[in-house]
């Protein structure tokens, strides 16, 4: 069964070259932005380590030693 959590809107201010740089590697890679920047604060909370080691793990931070 798939879970499905609830969401927040949360509208956020980009330079317009990195909103540009931003969507050029969102349609190269065939992703939508959301998804980008959603990992992207993922991957950053991982690495302040609010995520178990699992989650950094998917996430593809290292683990400190």
Do not use: H, W
């Not at 980009?14 to 349609?27: G, M, S, T």
């Not at 939508?32 to 950094?56: C, G, Q």
């Amino acid at each position: 069964m798939l879970m499905v959590s609830e969401t927040v809107l949360i509208a956020i201010r980009f330079q317009e070259e990195d909103r540009d740089l931003l969507k050029e590697v969102c349609e190269k890679r065939g992703e939508d932005m959301s998804s980008f920047i959603r990992r992207a604060v993922k991957r950053e909370l991982a690495n302040l380590n609010y995520y178990p080691d699992a989650t950094k793990k998917a996430l593809g931070v290292k683990k400190e030693v």
